[in-house]
């Protein structure tokens, strides 16, 4: 369960970010819509716990994000979030392969050559385990930045614009997959968007408005 309450932000120097109130439960799905500098990727932040320093109630599985301590929190990140990012964020000098154990490696988990090979063939990448991610099409390294997000199993999956670089068809395929591997896992998901092609793949919506 994902929930936020009188939820806002305050960058240095910035205007408040005034969240509205959503309750997404365990397992299901959501879109976060809202223009260009509504706040989409602050709330992924604040809810990733990459940033700090909120007011109001921001809630996960009943734990307020801002009782963890620092440790706490990065405890809770490897373990129970996965992240999707617009640009991929892959680390380019690495293999497809060594990409997704980084997910386990950071979180402090074993690392299973099983699992990676079970979610390359899934998300069919089997034949791209020993490629550079330079070689990768733009919808391939989206679909091995998904990988890596639920290479642990998180129970949340946080993506931000996953779909905005991507021409229709590679678009379709990585929300339907996305979609796909959150529901195997039973994780909830909540995709951030100002991609239209996004709003009949959701029907949970919560949307962001103008900062004023
Ligand atoms: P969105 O993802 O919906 O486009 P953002 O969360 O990126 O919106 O931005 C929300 C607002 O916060 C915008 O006005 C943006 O300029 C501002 N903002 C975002 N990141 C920072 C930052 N690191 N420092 C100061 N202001 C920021
Ligand atoms: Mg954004």
Same mark, same amino acid.
């Given at each position: 369960m994902v929930r936020a309450?009188?939820?806002?932000?305050?960058?240095? $120097? !910035?205007?408040?970010?005034r969240f509205p109130d959503f309750e997404i439960p365990s397992g299901e799905h959501a879109l976060l819509l809202g223009q260009s500098g509504s706040g989409k990727t602050t709330l992924l932040h604040l809810l990733g716990g990459l940033l =700090? !320093?909120?007011? #109001?109630?921001?809630?996960?599985?009943?734990?307020e994000l801002s009782s963890l301590s620092e440790t706490k929190l990065d405890h809770f990140r490897g373990k =129970?979030? #996965?992240?999707?990012?617009? =640009? /991929?964020?892959? @680390?380019?000098?690495?293999?497809?392969e060594k990409n997704l154990i980084m997910a386990p490696y950071l979180a402090g988990?074993?690392?299973?050559?099983?699992?990676? /090979?079970?979610?390359?063939?899934?998300?069919?990448?089997?034949?791209?385990?020993?490629?550079?991610?330079?070689?990768?099409?733009? $919808?391939q390294a989206q679909r091995v930045a998904i990988a890596r997000a639920v290479l642990n199993n998180p129970p949340i999956i946080l993506a931000d614009e996953p779909t905005s670089a991507l021409d229709d068809g590679n678009c379709r395929k990585v929300i339907d997959l996305? @979609?796909?591997?959150?529901?195997?896992?039973?994780?909830?998901?909540?995709v951030a968007t100002h991609d239209q092609r996004l709003k009949d793949k959701i029907s949970h919506q919560v949307i962001l408005k103008p900062v004023v």
């Open positions: 309450d009188n939820l806002s932000f305050t960058y240095s $120097g !910035g205007k408040a970010i =700090r !320093g909120y007011s #109001g109630t921001l809630q996960v599985d009943g734990t =129970r979030l #996965g992240f999707i990012f617009q =640009r /991929n964020h892959l @680390i380019s000098a690495l293999s497809v988990l074993p690392i299973s050559h099983k699992r990676v /090979n079970e979610v390359l063939e899934h998300l069919g990448l089997a034949e791209k385990k020993h490629s550079s991610v330079l070689e990768l099409s733009q $919808g996305l @979609i796909q591997v959150a529901n195997e896992a039973k994780a909830t998901l909540l």
